[in-house]
């Protein structure tokens, strides 16, 4: 019927400070989400595939957070760690559905950051409108099909040995760690998922990658080099922070990680990383950066105007 999230052990002080290091966190990057979103859709000058990406990948930043630190926050305050088993698998799908969205969405922008470096010329013939859309809706196609097969084949399993998810949330690695069923077939299915929807977009958006820096590495001034790497280091300091967490929590499998580091990492990953995604695309961006100077001189304006 329920399960109990563990979450984090502590006493009454590191709750406190851990739900007003939560509550900040998840307030900074919804709002800034939200901000980059509403200010894509009204500033013309980002209406371009590249911010039309970055759009797609703030909400589903947004869904991302919403799915898991407003019950972290919960249980931080009340001390009630309980989670229906309905309420766990949807947790579950939302935060997988949110995840592989996000990988999508930056393998689009890396391809993205490919044409509009390396075959600058006929960019906008090959990103168009209706290309760009196509990717977009297939990113969420795509993920919210691969989190229902999953939430479908875990809410099969049976747990009776614990009901007791040593974790910050619905993780589902560790919901297959404490089932009693057979879990061999979604293992290999869980393995195959990973090599399609993790390890192989990020092979490709290291392959986008060599192609960009070989060109760039072939600009024969400086200021045109620095031009060019300026117009995807914020996609691909995104795509580390992103990446980051991932590769030390799953790229060794062996590894002897503690449950405590596994949940700092996983704290980093849910947390941190999206809260950081407006930041980077801010500070490292002057078209971004000059969108929200008119847009702040237009509001400004319009209250002087009244």
Same mark, same amino acid.
């Given at each position: 019927?329920?399960?109990?999230?563990?979450?984090?052990? /502590?006493?009454?002080?590191?709750?406190?400070?851990? !739900?007003?290091?939560?509550? +900040?966190?998840?307030?900074? &990057?919804? #709002?800034?989400?939200?901000?980059?979103?509403?200010?894509?859709?009204?500033?013309?000058?980002?209406?371009? %595939?590249?911010?039309?990406?970055?759009? #797609?990948?703030?909400?589903?930043?947004?869904? =991302?957070?919403?799915?898991?630190?407003?019950?972290?926050?919960?249980?931080?305050?009340?001390?009630? #760690?309980?989670?229906?088993?309905?309420?766990?698998?949807?947790?579950?799908?939302? =935060?997988?559905?949110?995840?592989?969205?996000?990988?999508?969405?930056?393998?689009?922008?890396? =391809?993205?950051?490919?044409?509009?470096?390396?075959?600058?010329?006929?960019?906008?013939?090959?990103?168009?409108?209706?290309?760009?859309?196509?990717? $977009?809706?297939?990113?969420?196609?795509?993920? $919210? +099909?691969?989190?229902?097969?999953? $939430?479908?084949? &875990?809410?099969? +399993?049976?747990?009776?040995?614990?009901?007791?998810?040593?974790?910050?949330?619905?993780?589902?690695?560790?919901?297959?760690?404490?089932?009693?069923?057979?879990?061999?077939?979604?293992?290999?299915?869980?393995?195959?998922?990973?090599?399609?929807? /993790? !390890? +192989?977009?990020?092979?490709?958006? *290291?392959?986008?990658?060599?192609?960009?820096?070989? &060109?760039?590495?072939?600009?024969? /001034?400086?200021?045109?080099?620095?031009?060019?790497?300026?117009?995807?280091?914020?996609?691909? /300091?995104? *795509?580390?922070?992103?990446?980051? %967490?991932?590769?030390?929590?799953?790229?060794?499998?062996?590894?002897?990680?503690?449950?405590?580091?596994?949940?700092?990492?996983?704290?980093?990953?849910?947390?941190?990383?999206?809260?950081?995604?407006?930041?980077?695309?801010?500070?490292?961006?002057?078209?971004?950066?000059?969108?929200?100077?008119?847009?702040?001189?237009?509001?400004? #304006?319009?209250?002087?105007?009244?």
């Amino acid at each position: 019927i329920e399960f109990h999230i563990l979450s984090i052990s /502590t006493n009454e002080t590191g709750r406190h400070l851990l !739900f007003i290091g939560v509550l +900040l966190m998840y307030l900074l &990057t919804v #709002n800034g989400n939200i901000l980059i979103t509403c200010l894509i859709c009204v500033e013309p000058r980002l209406h371009t %595939p590249m911010y039309f990406f970055l759009g #797609n990948l703030s909400m589903a930043d947004v869904i =991302y957070v919403s799915t898991t630190l407003p019950k972290l926050l919960f249980i931080t305050a009340t001390n009630d #760690n309980r989670i229906r088993f309905s309420a766990c698998i949807t947790q579950l799908y939302f =935060y997988m559905f949110s995840a592989v969205c996000d990988i999508f969405i930056l393998t689009f922008m890396s =391809y993205d950051r490919y044409v509009a470096i390396c075959l600058s010329l006929q960019y906008h013939l090959i990103m168009n409108r209706q290309v760009y859309i196509k990717m $977009a809706i297939a990113s969420w196609f795509i993920a $919210a +099909l691969n989190s229902l097969i999953y $939430a479908i084949l &875990t809410s099969m +399993l049976t747990f009776c040995f614990t009901n007791n998810i040593d974790h910050l949330y619905c993780d589902l690695k560790t919901l297959y760690s404490i089932t009693s069923s057979d879990i061999t077939s979604r293992e290999i299915f869980m393995l195959f998922g990973n090599i399609i929807f /993790t !390890f +192989l977009p990020l092979t490709l958006i *290291v392959i986008s990658y060599v192609y960009v820096i070989s &060109t760039i590495l072939k600009i024969q /001034t400086s200021k045109g080099r620095l031009k060019a790497f300026s117009s995807c280091a914020s996609h691909l /300091t995104t *795509v580390l922070l992103f990446y980051g %967490p991932i590769i030390f929590l799953y790229g060794d499998p062996g590894s002897g990680h503690s449950k405590d580091q596994n949940k700092l990492l996983s704290f980093i990953y849910m947390a941190v990383v999206p809260m950081l995604n407006p930041v980077v695309y801010t500070l490292r961006n002057k078209e971004v950066l000059g969108a929200i100077q008119k847009v702040t001189k237009d509001i400004k #304006n319009s209250f002087l105007m009244y």
